[in-house]
Nanobody, 114 residues
Framework: QVQLRESGGGLVQPGGSLRLSCVAS????????MAWYRQAPEKQRELVAN???????YYADSGKGRFTISRDVAKNTVYLQMNSLIPEDTAVYYC????????WGQGTQVTVSS
């Protein structure tokens, strides 16, 4: 059973940056495309970005040009570098496989506010 643990969130001012990390326990996690999702208060969870096994990436319009997803297969870790943060980025951020194969972790809270 793969477990996901997100970290790196926090309170940041508009224009600031954060780097989120997601560690997946279990070797199966390295076989799949991985993704970052987020859920803002009273909104549905949405896809932010994903990265395939071959390293190709996709970004939702909301983060295009500001976010960068990457992975370290050897460490079973997926990262999300977020720059030029805006208040609309405030949400709990989660990782999972692109097909949402694993139980959700607790997520990491990102709050963008002055």
């Amino acid at each position: 059973q793969v477990q996901l643990r997100e970290s790196g969130g926090g309170l940041v001012q508009p224009g600031g940056s954060l780097r989120l990390s997601c560690v997946a326990s279990g070797s199966m996690a390295r076989l799949y495309a991985m993704a970052w999702y987020r859920q803002a208060p009273e909104k549905q969870r949405e896809l932010v970005a994903n990265i395939a096994r071959d390293g190709s990436t996709y970004y939702a319009d909301s983060g295009k040009g500001r976010f960068t997803i990457s992975r370290d297969v050897a460490k079973n870790t997926v990262y999300l570098q977020m720059n030029s943060l805006i208040p609309e980025d405030t949400a709990v951020y989660y990782c999972n496989s692109l097909s949402i194969l694993y139980p959700w972790g607790q997520g990491t809270q990102v709050t963008v506010s002055s």
